[in-house]
Each structure stands twice: as C-alpha cells, then as structure tokens.
C-alpha cells in the first residue's frame, strides 16, 4: 500500500507562484506514476497532470499548460507541481496521486493523498 502526503498550499495573489509537493511512502516500488488532480468548490475533480516514475513522460491539462511544471525525485519518492501565473480559476484542493490511469479520457487513479488547499487572489 502507498500513502501519499502534499504540503505547500495557500494564498497567493493572481501572477503569483506556488509549489506543491506530494511525498510518497510505503510501497513506492510498485508506483507506475504520479500526478495531480484538483477540485474546485461545487466542481468535480479534474485531471491537472502526471509524470512517469520510470523515464520523465509527462503530460498536461490544457487549461495550466505552460504555466504548471511537474517533476519528481525519485531518492526522497516525492512528485512536485510548480505552478506559475497563477488565476484566480486555479484555486482549488489539489490532490496528489499515484497511479493515474486514463479510460475513454477519463482520468482516475489508485491511491488519493489528503488534498492541499490553493488559493488565487484577484
């Protein structure tokens, strides 16, 4: 079983940048990704992006392509999401994962950390 835990949520103002990071403990060998999901209030939780835990394979949303990066250390199984030129649409609890799967363009995954809440200022 793998247990994921994010930090680094909060307030900032619209341009502003954040970094959110999701640590990963258990069994972490039998990890085939990680990613990030966000929900909004009253909205449902929408795929944000997901990285590869063997090669750098990442893809993207199209709504914070270009402005969010995500990235990995392997050594410390920990997954990080820069996110720049932040908006206030950005706000929402944003949610680590660990093998995120895709079926008819849905996205789902295996195991959920707790959520970190992100806030945007306009």
């Known amino acids: 079983q793998v247990q994921l835990v994010e930090s680094g949520g909060g307030l900032v103002q619209a341009g502003g940048s954040l970094r959110l990071s999701c640590a990963a403990s258990g069994r972490t060998l039998s990890i085939s990704n990680m990613g990030w999901f966000r929900q909004a209030p009253g909205k449902e939780r929408d795929f944000v992006a997901r990285i590869s835990w063997i090669g750098y394979t990442s893809i993207y949303a199209s709504s914070v392509q270009g402005r969010f990066t995500i990235s990995r250390d392997n050594a410390k199984n920990t997954v990080y999401l820069q996110m720049n030129s932040l908006k206030p649409e950005d706000t929402a609890v944003y949610y680590c994962?660990?093998?995120?799967?895709?079926?008819?363009?849905?996205?789902?995954?295996?195991?959920w950390g707790q959520g970190t809440q992100v806030t945007v200022s306009s």
């Open positions: 994962a660990a093998d995120v799967t895709v079926r008819l363009g849905k996205y789902d995954a295996g195991t």
